[in-house]
């Protein structure tokens, strides 16, 4: 008797059944924060609001970070193992783009809670913790809560096309031309997403200060990103 999952398939399947858990635990708190979370804190009263920072907050951000970290390590691995398995010419394959694509996002998504979302968020709750015991807080923790609060909204944007491009690797395939220009196509996305960072790092909310707004934005961002491809193949 065989077992499917005693294979070289079958561990690639077992990281995909990961990456599929720690991704749902990572991408379900990102929309928490900034679908639930963030109008709940408009409206709320500052004790309540203490009160989730101090108590709440910690936890969630917990298995938002390491969901992160165990979805970007089993998503290395399994891009190592099919590029040690098939080739370095896998990459330049329909699945290849698509997949590099969404990786570029998720690896920024990545680095935005692993260095600007955690660091932030670590002093916005201690400002909280030492304003519940008396003390002062802490002077710069505004300022980070709102870069903390950009970088979010920003994965929040990147999100729709991570699992746009993540899913239509193996389900959308693309149809080549006679004459594609990946680097072209390479450099197109780059530019994209890396002004996107920045102003992730560096600047405002602009339309993605309401729901509504980061979750048409994605739409846009995913159709440039997803035509970009479509045109740049041919
Ligand atoms: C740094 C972050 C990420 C990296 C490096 C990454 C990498 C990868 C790679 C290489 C695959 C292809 C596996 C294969 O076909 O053998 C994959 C598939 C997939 N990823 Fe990710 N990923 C990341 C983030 C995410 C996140 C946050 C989600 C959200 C849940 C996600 C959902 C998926 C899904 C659903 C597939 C399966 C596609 C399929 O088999 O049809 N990924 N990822």
């Not at 989730?52 to 998503?75: C, D, E, I, N, S």
């Not at 680097?183 to 339309?207: D, F, R, T």
């Amino acid at each position: 008797m065989t077992f499917a999952l005693f294979s070289m398939d079958g561990l690639l399947f077992l990281l995909r059944w990961f990456h599929f858990f720690f991704g749902v635990i990572w991408i379900g708190h990102l929309y928490y924060f900034n679908f639930t979370q963030g109008p709940f804190f408009t409206e709320t009263d500052a004790t309540t609001k203490s009160n989730v920072v101090q108590k709440l907050l910690p936890r969630a951000l917990w298995w938002f970070r390491w969901g992160a970290m165990v979805t970007m390590a089993t998503g290395l691995l399994m891009l190592m193992i099919r590029g040690h398995r098939d080739g370095g010419a896998i990459f330049a394959t329909s699945w290849g783009l698509a997949i590099l694509t969404g990786t570029a996002l998720g690896l920024l998504m990545w680095a935005n809670v692993w260095f600007v979302i955690w660091p932030a968020q670590k002093v916005v709750i201690q400002s909280a913790l030492q304003v519940a015991s008396g003390g002062q807080p802490i002077a710069e923790a505004a300022a980070r809560g709102v870069r903390a609060g950009v970088a979010s909204r920003t994965n929040t944007l990147f999100s729709l096309p991570m699992l746009f491009f993540m899913g239509s690797a193996s389900h959308l395939p693309l149809t080549f031309g006679p004459a594609p220009s990946f680097g072209a196509l390479a450099a197109v996305i780059g530019v994209i997403l890396l002004a996107l960072e920045l102003n992730a790092l560096k600047g405002k909310l602009g339309p993605l200060t309401t729901v509504k707004g980061v979750i048409h934005m994605g739409f846009v961002l995913t159709a440039v990103l997803y035509v970009a491809m479509e045109l740049l193949t041919k």
